[in-house]
């Protein structure tokens, strides 16, 4: 596997310049400190939605830039989450008055530089809150569940929620909901390419991992068995979680880790989708494709949205970013 990188260092910043010229009618991108902002600024008056994540995981979080989803977007180093100075100057660019709002991967250093931007906009005057998105159910201990394939799902209800005007405590309250009923899980095959070392390390042959991060973790198994088996070693922790039981109506999200074809990750599609059949559970919105990656590697994440009328209704309410738009 190649990684189409001149200088790796600089391959991050290349990148955005790249989507900045892409989008000149919906993105502004800023540097030093790296982040990017919608083109046409939020009203005022309306509460403002951030998110950062290390590079890497395209489009999130600058793929959701955009009406309905985010206002800013702070792009970290691979794999790596973004500091409280991008944090900070995201925040100073697009915040209206109402306060601001961090969708918040739950890893380590992204809770903690959100925390230490949170302080500092406290000292300043300036209204923030977090929600932290867990959603990954490969993590026996709930306190230590990874961010998955929830994140963006999290990042469009906070985003039409503000888009539509609410408040602060409003925004906070629909998008913990969203995050509290979304569940998630992965498998993957070849470990992914990283522009910084330009190597990959393949699994063995037919072998693919269950379980894993979007960071390059191990999955909790490897399996060799096919399709049908690999679906319900995945679908089945994701299903008895929360649980999602026979009637429940989901949003269902597949996504690419960045090595997978669409043919690949439509037949999985059909699997997962016969597999919620069976148990009554019924699939009222799906997204197939690219929307949470790792990188160049091989296999999919996997994410049930239960919804309602409310959470349905935010999802259906008017979107445009590089990404999604209806």
Not at 88 to 98: F, K
Not at 164 to 186: D, F, I
Not at 217 to 236: F, K, W
Not at 257 to 280: D, K, S, W
């Amino acid at each position: 596997m190649h990684s189409f990188v001149n200088k790796p260092g600089d391959s991050i910043a290349r990148s955005l310049a790249g989507m900045a010229a892409c989008y000149p009618h919906l993105l502004r991108v800023h540097f030093d400190p790296d982040f990017v902002q919608r083109a046409q600024p939020g009203r005022a008056g309306k509460v403002a939605v951030i998110s950062g994540s290390g590079s890497g995981h395209e489009p999130l979080p600058t793929g959701y830039v955009g009406l309905g989803m985010l206002d800013a977007a702070c792009p970290g180093p691979i794999f790596t989450s973004p500091t409280p100075d991008q944090l900070l100057a995201a925040t100073h660019a697009v915040e209206q008055g109402a306060g601001v709002v961090y969708i918040v991967k739950n890893y380590a250093g992204a809770v903690f530089n959100s925390e230490i931007c949170a302080e500092e906009l406290g000292r300043e005057g300036i209204r923030s809150r977090k929600v932290l998105v867990s959603d990954d159910v490969a993590i026996p201990e709930i306190t230590n569940r990874r961010g998955l394939g929830a994140a963006p799902i999290v990042i469009r209800i906070a985003g039409a929620a503000a888009e539509e005007g609410r408040s602060l405590e409003q925004v906070v309250a629909v998008s913990n909901r969203a995050a509290e009923n979304a569940r998630s899980m992965g498998f993957a095959t070849n470990i992914e390419t990283l522009p910084r070392s330009l190597h990959a390390l393949p699994l063995g042959d037919h072998t693919v991992e269950l379980g894993v991060g979007i960071h390059g973790e191990p999955g909790v198994e490897q399996r060799v068995d096919g399709v049908e088996e690999i679906i319900e070693r995945l679908m089945q922790p994701i299903v008895d979680d929360l649980p999602y039981r026979s009637g429940d109506r989901v949003l269902l999200l597949v996504s690419g880790l960045g090595g997978t074809p669409p043919l690949e990750l439509f037949l999985f599609f059909q699997h997962i989708y016969e597999f919620l059949q069976a148990r009554g559970i019924v699939v009222e919105r799906r997204l197939v494709g690219n929307y949470l990656t790792s990188l160049g590697r091989g296999g999919c994440t996997v994410t049930l949205l239960r919804l309602d009328e409310e959470l349905l209704g935010l999802w259906d309410a008017p979107v445009h970013t590089p990404t999604l738009h209806w």
